[in-house]
Nanobody, 127 residues
């Protein structure tokens, strides 16, 4: 049973930075793609970044150049470093793990997976 627990959210001023963490357990398949997503009120969930089992990363245009996705050597914790935060970054942030055809932060790719897992989310508020 895969469990994902996010932490690190909070309130931050515009221009600031945050590191989000996602603790993973019950993680049977090392081929899982892991990713970060967010959902703002009234908006659809969007993908931000993804990292595959080999450590290759992909980013959405919305965060490219100001974020870094990474995971620890034991592959039990996923991170997202967000920099130069803007009020538009205010949202609930989720981590996820899934078996996907292409490890990319495209939400449709993840919805098509028959083996996907989501955390409960951590709120980020930028003012």
């Amino acid at each position: 049973h895969v469990q994902l627990v996010e932490s690190g959210g909070g309130s931050v001023q515009a221009g600031g930075s945050l590191r989000l963490s996602c603790a993973a357990s019950g993680y049977p398949d090392t081929n899982y793609c892991m990713g970060w997503f967010r959902q703002a009120p009234g908006k659809e969930r969007e993908g931000l970044a993804a990292i595959d089992s080999a450590g290759s990363t992909r980013y959405a245009d919305s965060v490219k150049g100001r974020s870094i996705i990474s995971k620890d050597s034991a592959k039990t914790t996923l991170y997202l470093d967000l920099n130069i935060l803007e009020p538009e970054d205010t949202a609930m942030y989720y981590c996820a793990a899934a078996l996907v055809v292409v490890c990319e932060p495209e939400i449709d790719t993840w919805y098509e997976s028959r083996d996907r897992h989501w955390g409960q989310g951590t709120q980020v508020t930028v003012s």
